[in-house]
């Protein structure tokens, strides 16, 4: 089992920035992707970038050039710096992990950006 625990959402202006963090716990060894994805009102779960253990990232086509996933594995923490961000950014954002059997899913923490 995997736990994941979200922090760093909040409000902020369109154009800011946030940066959100994850750290896993557990059978942290198994996991070999860790990630990002965001649910807004009224519309499905998105991927929005995802890394791997060796640092492999992947991102949405709506956030590249915008966002930068890190990861730290010394501390089993996954990161999303965002910047410029805007009103169509405002999500619940969950952190994700994967390992061979199954995926874990965060708590999400919201963002909300103001115009």
């Known amino acids: 089992q995997v736990q994941l625990v979200e922090s760093g959402g909040g409000l902020v202006q369109a154009g800011g920035s946030l940066r959100l963090s994850c750290a896993a716990s557990g059978s942290i060894f198994s996991i070999n992707v860790m990630g990002w994805y965001r649910q807004a009102p009224g519309k499905q779960r998105e991927l929005v970038a995802t890394i791997t253990g060796g640092g492999s990232t992947n991102y949405a086509d709506s956030v590249k050039g915008r966002f930068i996933i890190s990861r730290d594995n010394a501390k089993n923490t996954v990161y999303l710096q965002m910047n410029s961000l805007k009103p169509e950014d405002a999500a619940v954002y969950y952190c994700?992990?994967?390992?061979?059997?199954?995926?874990?899913w965060g708590q999400g923490t919201e963002g909300t950006v103001s115009s």
């Open positions: 994700y992990a994967r390992d061979q059997f199954r995926a874990y």
